[in-house]
Structures are given as structure tokens and as C-alpha cells.
């Protein structure tokens, strides 16, 4: 058990009085309309994997492919929230994708399209998937069975938007709405209504808002760029990073059973790259947080952490193991050796190792190898490993 330094606490809160919203994040690709070939397989999990003009879907145990998709040339893959369909950004807005995991139904990539200027971030929570789009800072809003149970579009209730920015919206169970707040000249924080509408709270004291997670109890965290803002019960505190004026969490990585987030750290606003050593630990509860050194090798992106089995973290390094992260003592409890050392990517969009989770399992890729691994996180065992005809790029689990 290796114990890793606390770089530093921070434990002073200053609170804000308002709600707070969500943040994670999404690109947006152009191309040609997509076609579509499918194999019919009695499925179990299923995994969505996309390449430079494609989408493959893997069986979840064997990882071999059930089904081979056209796609334009570069896509983001959020899972949809219901174990089975798969949200696709495409240049018309989310297209659905079936992978068809837990049915004896063939995969396909649905004429399905909530239509969006500029698909970003997609969020599950509650029962609701909610889909924003950066270019109107609309948010769609639905029940996330119904996708199934449609034939075509659910029923929708869509929220519009202000300004239009890179953002976030999130659903609490007792409707109550937190979006982000920002323009083309940046994004700097959060509001809050009620389930008719009515301002309960907003903060602007988030600059570079980024990076949305719903912890347990349903509260809500935001990344800054100097810290974090935390949501819960009508009231939004913020919590300031050690390192001024510049210490941002990008990406939240939550267990809606955890009181605590892990994020990302990055501390030098100009540091070359997308390698980060450090990650955030906010506690909900105790309103804490620290910034904890990871050992050499595993430096990671925003590809590579998850959350998995025993609220644990799971973060893939640069060494090419899977490094278990306790977040209640900060310390690595494990490693498991998976695939070979890798290095960070030129573009954040360049295909390079990511890791994702479904129950047990994590499922990461090798793009240097064209391959993908599926892992039992409660033992590090590799229980299949798989090399493609393509390199995988994005990838979203469907538990089935």
C-alpha cells in the first residue's frame, strides 16, 4: 500500500447562499449522414467504441464486435443512462445509438436525433437524462426509460437558454434546475431555479465553471478554475483551491453513494500537454478540499479516471496500470499492470488510452495496439483483451 503525500488541505469555506449547476463536457464533429451493419446477437453488456469514421459495439464479455457503423469522422459517446442506448454527438445534434445490450435485438444506430447546436454535455441523474447544447445553451430534458419505450423522440420538456456557452444543466429529483452561466467570452458560474421556474439561488464566483458531479444526498459540485463550487439544500459555498490564482478541477468523478469527488487537477495554466499528476478530493460533507500528488507514472487525462466497486477511484496511468485510489484516505491501494506505457495526446481529441466502468468492470483502450481490454477491478485480472481493425477513440459501456 503505497500512502501518497497531501500536497495541501483546504478547508476554508466561504459561503454563498444560492444553488448551484453541473458541468462535463463534449465536442462537436461534421461529416456525412451514417449508415449502418449489424449482426443479431443475444447480448448481455454491450460496449460502444468510435473510430475515425466509425462506431464499432462490442459484446461486453468477449469483446468481439456485434456491430460496425458509418459515423462522421470524429464523435463523442455518452451513455444515455438506461444500461442499453448510447447519446452520439453528431453535427445535427445526439444521435441515438442501440447497442442492444440485455435483448436479443441487434444493435443500431437510430434515426433518432435530438436536434442541437453544438451537442455537448450529456447528464443522468434521477431518472432524467438531460442534453445541453453549447450553441443556444438550450437543455433537453427527458425520461430517461422512455427512451426504450418510444418509438422515435420521447417526450421532451426543453429549458432555453441565455447566452450561449460551453455548459452544463442538471435535474434534481424534486425538479429543481442548475445550469451554468456564461457567453462567448467565457463561463463564470451558476443559477439555480425551482421546479417553476423561480431563481433560488446563483453565484458568479466560478471562473472557467467546468466539470459537474452529484455526489450523495444530491449534491452538486462545479470545478473552477480557482477551486469549486458546492451545492446542497438552497445554498451554494465555495471552496477555494491551494494554488491561487490558478488551481482548476475540469472533470468530476463521482459515486452517487460517496459523499466525496475526485477530480482533476491542474495548477499551471500553461503547462504543455494534457498529463495531469494531482487530483482534487472534495468532501460534501466535511465541505474539504485537498489536492493529492499521484506517484510517477501515473499521470493520467480526462480519459482516464472512473469511479468503480467500494466507491473506489480507478485511475489508468501513463504506466499503463490501473492505479485504485481510496478517496476517504487519499491513498493507491492497488495497481494492476494492463497495458504498455503510453504518452499523453497532441490534441485533447487524439485517440489515446481511456478507461470506463460497468458493475465490476472496467473496459480500457489501447489505441498504440488497436485493442481493448475488459478488467475485473475486484481482482486486476484481464478477462479479455481484443485487437480491432481500427483505433478506438471514445468509448461508453452499456451494462445491459
Request: charged share 20%; glycine share 10%.
Amino acid at each position: 500500500m503505497k500512502k501518497l503525500p497531501l500536497r495541501r488541505a483546504l478547508v476554508g469555506a466561504v459561503a454563498l447562499g444560492a444553488v448551484v449547476t453541473l458541468a462535463s463536457c463534449s465536442t462537436t464533429p461534421a461529416a456525412d449522414a451514417p449508415a449502418s451493419e449489424s449482426s443479431t446477437t443475444d447480448a448481455g453488456a454491450r460496449v460502444a467504441i468510435s473510430y475515425d469514421g466509425g462506431i464499432l459495439v462490442l459484446d461486453g464479455a468477449t469483446l468481439e464486435t456485434v456491430a460496425d457503423f458509418d459515423s462522421e469522422e470524429f464523435t463523442r459517446l455518452n451513455p444515455a443512462g438506461d444500461d442499453r442506448h448510447v447519446m452520439v454527438t453528431m453535427s445535427e445534434g445526439f444521435q441515438v445509438l442501440d447497442t442492444g445490450a440485455g435483448s436479443s435485438d441487434d444493435a443500431a444506430l437510430t434515426d433518432t436525433v435530438f436536434a442541437a447546436d453544438t451537442p455537448g454535455h450529456v447528464v443522468r441523474h434521477g431518472g432524467k437524462t438531460i442534453l445541453y447544447a453549447d450553441g443556444t445553451s438550450d437543455t433537453t430534458i427527458f425520461d430517461t426509460a422512455d427512451l426504450a419505450a418510444s418509438d422515435g423522440l420521447p417526450e421532451v420538456e426543453t429549458i432555453a437558454g441565455v447566452e450561449a456557452h460551453h455548459g452544463v444543466s442538471i435535474v434534481l429529483e424534486d425538479g429543481t434546475f442548475l445550469t451554468t452561466v456564461g457567453n462567448a467570452d467565457g463561463r463564470n458560474g451558476i443559477v439555480v431555479r425551482d421546479a417553476d421556474g423561480a431563481e433560488i439561488a446563483s453565484s458568479d464566483q466560478c471562473p472557467g465553471v467546468h466539470g459537474e458531479g452529484t455526489a450523495a444526498n444530491e449534491v452538486v459540485v462545479f470545478g473552477c478554475e480557482d477551486g469549486a463550487l458546492v451545492y446542497a439544500d438552497g445554498e451554494i459555498t465555495k471552496l477555494s483551491a491551494p494554488d491561487q490564482p490558478y488551481g482548476r478541477m475540469g472533470n468530476a468523478y463521482v459515486s452517487e453513494s460517496s459523499p466525496i469527488i475526485v477530480g482533476d487537477y491542474k495548477n499551471d495554466p500553461d503547462a504543455e500537454g494534457y498529463l495531469l499528476g494531482a487530483v482534487t478530493l472534495i468532501d460534501t460533507e466535511a465541505l474539504t478540499y485537498e489536492v493529492v500528488d499521484l506517484p510517477e507514472g501515473a499521470e493520467y487525462t480526462f480519459r482516464d479516471v472512473a469511479r468503480g466497486p467500494g466507491e473506489l477511484a480507478y485511475i489508468l496511468g501513463s504506466d499503463g496500470s490501473i492505479h485504485v485510489l481510496d478517496p476517504e484516505s487519499g491513498e493507491i491501494t492497488d495497481t494492476y499492470p494492463v497495458i504498455d506505457a503510453w504518452e499523453g495526446p497532441a490534441e485533447w481529441q487524439d485517440a489515446h488510452p481511456a478507461i470506463v466502468v460497468a458493475g465490476d468492470i472496467a473496459y480500457v483502450t489501447e489505441p498504440a495496439a488497436n485493442s481493448v481490454h475488459a478488467v475485473d477491478l475486484t481482482t486486476g485480472e484481464v478477462l479479455a483483451s481484443t485487437e480491432l481493425e481500427v483505433t478506438p477513440n471514445e468509448i461508453a459501456p452499456a451494462a445491459g
